[in-house]
């Protein structure tokens, strides 16, 4: 079945600190895969997504994700969390051919000063 | 970049009444549109393809005659919620892809209180 797992339902962080938010997933076909942001009551804004090519790729706002097929992981980082990075990300799965996405439960992420 | 709105951002209704959440590409056309539905610290569950032109494909466990799905044009895709109950109340979303593109937009949502 296909699935996308993100383990961390919390994070907490320091301001500064670096971050890694993790996703798995479970697809029968080479997947597109997406990050995306969401701020309380707010839609959906991507981050980075992945079709093909270089495994690291880079997003908006410093973040980066990093395509490892051979553990089926798509992990988020960012060298230094700023205090605006607190909100829901969630990581997201689809096929070459279709645009409806799977979504992960989410990772909410906490920033303290 | 392509931009998608969705009208109302809130709404508030009785049980029993309507609602019809609308979903715009401003600057593209869309065949294909998305409905995702969202409950409170829950992630974004696909409810519904909307295609122009013709009928929405359902997921699985979503009532077709309760969310109503009309996709008149290529810039306009309605999801009408049908004598909503309070388990109705939660965030609805929308996504557009563009003709030219393969990267889905999303709207900015719904949210939907019924009380």
């Known amino acids: 079945a296909q699935s996308v797992t993100q383990p961390d339902i919390h994070i907490t962080v320091s301001e500064g600190a670096s971050l890694e938010l993790r996703c798995n997933y479970s697809?029968?076909?080479?997947?597109?895969l997406f990050w995306y942001v969401q701020s309380p009551g707010q839609g959906l804004q991507l981050l980075l997504k992945?079709?093909?090519?270089?495994?690291l790729v880079q997003g908006i706002k410093g973040f980066e994700a990093e395509f490892k097929r051979s553990q089926s992981s798509f992990n988020l980082r960012k060298p230094s969390v700023h205090w605006s990075d607190a909100a829901e990300y969630f990581c997201?799965?689809?096929?070459?051919?279709?645009?409806?996405?799977?979504f992960g439960t989410g990772t909410r992420l906490q920033v303290f000063p | 970049g392509a931009v998608v709105s969705q009208h109302p951002s809130w709404v508030i209704c009785k049980s029993g009444t309507s609602v019809k959440i609308e979903c715009r590409s401003l600057?593209?056309?869309?065949?294909?549109m998305f409905w995702y539905r969202q409950f409170p610290k829950q992630s974004l569950m696909l409810m519904a393809t909307s295609n122009e032109g013709s009928k929405a494909t359902y997921e699985q466990g979503v009532e077709k005659d309760k969310f109503l799905i009309n996709h008149a044009s290529l810039t306009l895709s309605t999801l009408t919620v049908t004598s909503a109950h309070p388990e109705d109340s939660s965030f609805y979303i929308c996504?557009?892809?563009?003709?030219?593109?393969?990267?889905?937009?999303f709207g900015q949502g719904t949210r939907l209180t019924v009380v």
């Open positions: 997201a799965v689809g096929a070459r051919n279709t645009d409806k996405l799977i």
């Open positions: 697809y029968g076909a080479t997947p597109y």
């Open positions: 996504s557009a892809t563009p003709s030219w593109g393969s990267l889905a937009f």
């Open positions: 600057d593209f056309q869309a065949t294909t």
């Open positions: 992945y079709f093909s090519g270089d495994t």
